[in-house]
């Protein structure tokens, strides 16, 4: 487990991997879970202390963040 895992954001991360958008579903559908390009293992709306992230490659510290629409009055809570 990873040391800055928040497990209080559990059920955030769980439901946001069942309603994740349309871009989301297909990179992870047909990109990242599919492992068609590479071999490295991708996580999905993965908890890192207070925050979501929307993929995640652990071995290549690597994050993914595929932002839509609900990011367009976030402007200070993602610069954090």
Known sequence: MCAHYNKKRKPFAR???KSG????????RD????????PWQFN?????????????CRKLHL??????SSHLAKNEEDAK
């Open 15 to 17: 439901n946001h991997r």
């Open 21 to 28: 958008t349309k871009g989301e579903t297909l990179l992870w």
């Open 31 to 38: 990109v990242l879970k599919a492992k068609k390009y590479w």
């Open 44 to 56: 999905r709306q993965f908890i890192i202390g207070d925050y979501i992230v929307n993929f995640v």
């Open 63 to 68: 994050i993914i963040e595929i932002d839509g």
